[in-house]
């Protein structure tokens, strides 16, 4: 597939909308190569057997719909290796899928991840701070569902916003157990007479969470399971595209009505810190080029140490010439060292990291 052809199937896509139908149908009808991501939150098969009731003999409102039920597991199986196979074929080569699932499924969708020839990045653990508890004492609360992560293929560049998972996590690198709360309150779809408009409604903060982590705003975002439309809902709102299938009339009805209420952030919202890698490149010789530096001017490194700037953006100490990172090297016996990071100037009788010009420039060319 050229890049060509990825891009003819991006223009050929029904962008921002619910389709109706058979996931795998309408997968197979969509363009190759043309989606950047994919979350999807298929039937869990849950084989509940009977009503559940709680102590106080009231029903719970379990998951038995149809849609859910599936004869046997090997039939569970073939569906999941259907709607995978169409789903791979959709990604872009540096596509990635979310899957979520219970104990129930979860394992079975693992292994038919991998036989597909996904490649797993991790799994995540969504511990529900407020779970639903075991009514029978017979087993443990069921307190979590996991998410498995996963690119194209091994070697695929999937998108990962390292440092805005980070800032969402006050500073520190984001861990795959997240505690979040199942979806309750105003959040909670209803329906006509006042029910819940569908069993497993997802919280849009799980969504949230996803989206900024594995998506960047104008991507694709494709959910083969739309449900209610949280994943269309959340993608919305973060100014990414999306695209909804659900095969049940009255779920799509609640999800279009939701989305028509969603607003997009603006793009100043929508800007989130970037990795170290992701920043522009900026050369030690812009510095001297604008006058931030002069040339002879001298750096001094941890020790006291001095080296001169010279003309061309190099550096010579007593001994040593190159640039900021090779002198630093050797002045340290060190293989490497990063010069931004371990030479200063001085100012006004003050030593200065000439790292914050650097961050100066990075901040004119992101204005
Ligand atoms: C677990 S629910 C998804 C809930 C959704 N994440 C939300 O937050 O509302 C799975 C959904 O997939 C739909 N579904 C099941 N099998 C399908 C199929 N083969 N094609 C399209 N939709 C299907 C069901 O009707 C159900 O709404």
Redesign the pocket.
């Known amino acids: 597939m050229t890049v060509e052809t990825v891009a003819q199937g991006a223009n050929m896509l029904p962008l921002n909308e619910i389709l109706a139908?058979?996931?795998?149908?309408?997968m197979n009808s969509l363009p190759e190569g043309s989606i950047d991501l994919i979350?999807a939150?298929?039937?869990?098969n849950l084989q509940l057997k009977g009503d559940l009731h709680r102590p106080d003999n009231s029903r719970v409102d379990a998951?038995d719909?149809a849609?859910?039920q599936f004869d046997s597991f090997k039939v569970y199986d073939q569906?999941t290796r259907a709607?995978l196979k169409a789903a791979r074929r959709l990604l872009k080569p540096n596509g990635a899928i979310w899957v979520?699932g219970s104990y129930h499924n979860i394992f079975r969708v693992g292994t038919a991840l991998q036989d597909a020839g996904f490649w797993i990045l991790n799994d995540v653990v969504w511990r529900k701070s407020n779970p639903m508890p075991n009514f029978r004492g017979k087993r443990l609360t069921n307190a979590h569902e996991t998410m498995i992560w996963a690119s194209k293929s091994e070697g695929g560049k999937y998108t990962f916003n390292y440092e805005a998972l980070k800032e969402l996590n006050e500073g520190v690198q984001m861990r795959s157990d997240w505690v979040l709360p199942i979806?309750s309150g105003h959040e909670r779809?209803k329906d006509d007479k006042g029910d819940k408009a569908?069993?497993?409604?997802?919280p849009e903060s799980l969504?949230h969470r996803v989206l900024v982590g594995s998506t960047n705003p104008g991507d694709v975002v494709l959910?083969?399971?739309?449900?209610?439309?949280?994943?269309g809902a959340v993608a919305k709102l973060l100014g990414r595209n999306y695209i909804g299938?659900?095969?049940?009339e009255a779920?799509r009805k609640v999800?279009a009505r939701r989305l028509g209420q969603v607003r997009p952030l603006d793009a100043a919202a929508l800007q989130t810190t970037l990795s170290k890698r992701a920043q522009p490149r900026v050369a030690f010789g812009q510095l001297v080029e604008r006058g931030m530096l002069r040339p002879g001017e001298m750096l001094v490194n941890p020790r006291g140490q001095a080296a001169k700037v010279r003309v061309d953006g190099s550096l010579v100490s007593a001994e040593h010439r190159g640039s900021i990172h090779q002198v630093g090297a050797a002045l340290e016996n060190a293989p490497s060292c990063n010069g931004w990071t371990y030479w200063q100037f001085k100012r006004d009788g003050q030593l200065i990291p000439i790292d914050l010009l650097r961050q100066q420039i990075r901040a004119e060319m992101h204005d």
């Open positions: 139908g058979d996931c795998i149908e309408v979350f939150d298929p039937p869990y998951v719909d849609w859910d569906f709607w979520i979806c779809l569908h069993p497993t409604q997802k969504l959910d083969p399971f739309f449900g209610t439309g949280t994943t299938i659900e095969r049940e779920y999800a």
